[in-house]
Structures are given as C-alpha cells and as structure tokens.
C-alpha cells in the first residue's frame, strides 16, 4: 500500500508551484524583453513602461485581494487569480504593440495581486507560528526559482519557436496548477478528507485559525498604524528587487553586450542565489525564534543582517568591470536582499492571523509601489546617460532607508485583542510576564 504523504506537505508543495509558475508568468517578460523590444520596435523607456503596467493594478490589488482572501477564503481568491493569470499571460504572448502589451501586463496585475495576500491565509490556517518563518522562505524560493528557469527556458523556446511561444507554455501550466488546487485544497485544514488526528494536532490552535472566512471588520487604522513601518520596509525591499525582476536579462544582454544565452545564464546564477537566500532567511528566522523566543529578534534582526549584507555587496557593482565580479557580486547581493523574504511575510501573521489577508496584502503593496517606479526610472536614466550601473545607486540609498525603517517594526505587539498563550511564548512576553510577578 502507497504511504501518503502528509497532507500540510503536499499543501505547502502546492503552495510553491504556484509561488513558481506565478513568476514564470511574472518574470517571462522580463527574459524576452530585449527580443520583444527589437521586434515591436520600442525603446528602453517604453519597456520600463510595460514593466511598470504590471505593478499599477498588482499595488491596487494587493489590499482588495487580501481583504476579499479574508472574507472569502484562500480558495476561492486563488482559483479566481489564476484564471485570470492564464488570459493576460495568453493575451501578452499575442501582443503586436505597445498598448496591448501594456493592457495584458495590468491584467497579470489584478490576477496576481490578491495572489500573495491569499496564500499568506492559507499558510496562517496551515501552519504554527514556529514554522511561518520557514514556510514563508520556501513558498518564496521557488519564486525565484522561477526567475532563475525562466531565462533559459525562453532562450530555448526561441531556438525552436519564438518569443511569443513562451506565454502560451506557461498559460497552459497555470491551468493545470488552477486544476489540482481547486481539487485538494481546503481553507480549514481539519476539514480536509485526508487529516489525520496525529496531523491535526500539529495544526494551529483552533481558535488561532481563521476558518474559511472572517466576518468581523477591519481595524484599518489600528492595522496601517502597526503593518506601516514593514511597508516602507517592503517597499526598500522591492525598490531593488523589481530592478532585479525586470531588467536582468536585459542588463546582461544590452548593458554587458551578450547574446541571448550567455545573458540568460548568467541572470539564471542570480536568481539561484536568491532561492537559497529566501530559505535561508526563514530557517534562520525560525531558529533564532525557536532558541531566543523573541519573535523581534527572529524578525527584525534577520531582516536588519540581511540588508546589510546586500548592500555591501551591491555597492561594487558600481565601480567593477569584470563580468564574473559583478555577476558574482549581484549574486551575494541577491542573495542576502532575498533573505528579508521570510521575516518580512512572517510579520503579518505574527501581528494579526485574523486579518492577516489585508496585513499581508498592505506589506506587498509597500513593494508593488516600488515596482511602479523603479523599472521606468531604470529606462530612463539608461536612456539619458548611456549607463547600466549607475540606477543602482538608488537601490544603495534606500537599502540603508530600509535597515533605519526596520528598527520600528514591531512584531511583538499583536494586533489581536485576544492572544493565546502560544502567542505570548512565542514573543517572549510569558517569561517577562513572570519575572514582573516576582
């Protein structure tokens, strides 16, 4: 008789094919950017724009999506994205110009938005606070794995077809991802027909976990108040990584002179680094949580190392002209920017796992705003300057805005006016508690 596996486990691989395909969809422009660029006839400026299409509705999505994942569940929320992912990415390989290309680009945005804001629901209800550093890292991860397949698969597809061959692959494996989670996937975890009671009593308390849906209001003010400091944290994050996420590939193959598959390797090697990175800044974060029990030190110190860490190693960027220095130097650089993924998710659901849908969706907006901007201001300035270094100085700026804007986080404090005492251990208060008796 076939041992099955547990049923968190095969939740969680689904959660990361579809952190996965979501940025094949995501991210496919971006590999093919220069070859659609000649084709369409359109300069740096005009793919800035088309890259920024995407960030205007995905930032106005973000808290739409997470309030409707909260009101109605994960499930429904995701199977309703997805859809709609699978047309704009079939529309964008049809596009014959500009605008249309603009338009598809913003209709990914509405289908991802409410993307991340629902999976965070689903892995509150899923998974114990112990393990959302973790979780949250690896969901990750395999988004960036998808930055990393994504620009030889394209330069692949090309060899043999075209382009435009690349969004019809991937349209085609979202619908087949959108199939097998509307069948398996539960929004209450003690619902599912494969639970276990041994698996069941690895869950999150019952009275932590939201079910299927809340119908209390959202604290808006309370909650933009307390998630405010991790946005702008977000948005510091997102500022270089949308760099990233976007002009990549073309900064290789434009800005450094390589062909199509040399650029596609060595984008490939950056993003591999920022798999890594995103696990392991989640399994650091859960281990200094699971040793220290102080979820501020799990959280925002993780965040405050990492950042630092990227920005020494983007700051050569600069200033090097060796190909494999720089690329290395991107790489270590990537790699510890992406380390921040799980603490900052983590945030959310340690603040508010009852309104943690709108939270999360507030924190990624903080980034989607990011994305708005830094892909047009990259166009521009390489257009007016001739140079493909020089956008990196603001990313050096606001990593160091960022690392200030992390000591007001405050993870500690829930949002919550009940918390269980699984809460209350997890941020240290029980052992202060304790000694204030004394």
């Not at 049809?94 to 991802?112: H, K, P, T």
């Not at 040399?262 to 696990?279: C, E, I």
Request: aromatic share 12%; proline share 5%; with cysteine.
């Amino acid at each position: 008789m076939l041992h099955r596996p547990k049923v968190s486990r095969a939740i969680l691989a689904i959660m990361c094919a579809m952190s996965f395909i979501m940025y094949l969809d995501r991210v496919n422009l971006s590999a093919a950017a220069g070859l659609i660029r000649d084709d369409l006839h359109l300069s740096n400026t005009h793919v800035g724009l088309v890259f920024a299409a995407f960030a205007y509705t995905y930032t106005i999505c973000q808290v739409i999506g997470g309030w409707v994942s909260d009101r109605f569940g994960a499930k429904l929320t995701l199977v309703t994205c997805a859809s709609i992912w699978i047309v704009a990415t079939v529309a964008t390989g049809l596009a014959g110009g500009i605008v249309s290309l603009f338009c598809a680009r913003m209709l990914l945005g509405i289908g991802e938005g409410a993307a991340l804001p629902a999976q965070a629901r689903a892995l509150t209800n899923w998974f114990p606070s112990s393990k959302r550093g973790f979780v949250q890292g690896l969901t990750h991860s395999f988004s960036r794995l998808g930055n990393a397949i994504t620009p030889p698969f394209v330069a692949l597809l090309v060899a043999y077809s075209s382009w435009r061959a690349s969004f019809f692959v991937v349209g085609a494996l979202t619908f087949v991802w959108v199939v097998v989670y509307a069948w398996y996937f539960t929004d209450n975890p003690r619902k599912h027909r494969h639970m276990t009671a041994q698996e069941e009593a690895e869950l999150p308390p019952a009275g932590k976990v939201v079910v299927e849906k809340t119908g209390e209001p959202t604290p808006w003010r309370r909650l933009l108040k307390r998630i405010g400091p991790t946005m702008l944290v977000y948005f510091c994050y997102g500022w270089t990584g949308w760099l990233f996420f976007t002009w990549l590939p073309t900064f290789f193959m434009h800005g450094r002179g390589l062909d199509l598959k040399s650029s596609a390797m060595f984008s490939a090697g950056v993003f591999l680094s920022g798999v890594v990175g995103n696990t392991a800044g989640g399994v650091i974060s859960d281990r200094v949580l699971k040793r220290t029990r102080n979820v501020v030190a799990a959280r925002r110190n993780v965040i405050i190392g990492a950042f630092l860490g990227a920005l020494v190693f983007l700051a050569p960027v600069m200033v090097v002209k060796s190909l494999p220095v720089m690329a290395a130097c991107m790489s270590l650089s990537f790699f510890f920017l992406e380390m921040t993924i799980g603490p900052v998710w983590a945030v959310p659901m340690d603040i508010t796992p009852k309104h943690v849908g709108v939270a999360s969706g507030l924190v990624n907006a903080g980034s989607a705003v990011a994305g708005i901007f830094t892909p047009i201001v990259f166009g521009l300035v390489v257009d007016r300057t001739g140079s493909w270094t020089l956008p990196f100085a603001g990313s050096l700026g606001l990593l160091a805005v960022g690392i200030v804007a992390t000591f007001f986080m405050r993870p500690d404090i829930p949002l919550d006016t009940t918390t269980t005492s699984d809460d209350l251990e997890n941020r240290g208060e029980l052992e202060f508690a304790g000694r204030s008796r004394r």
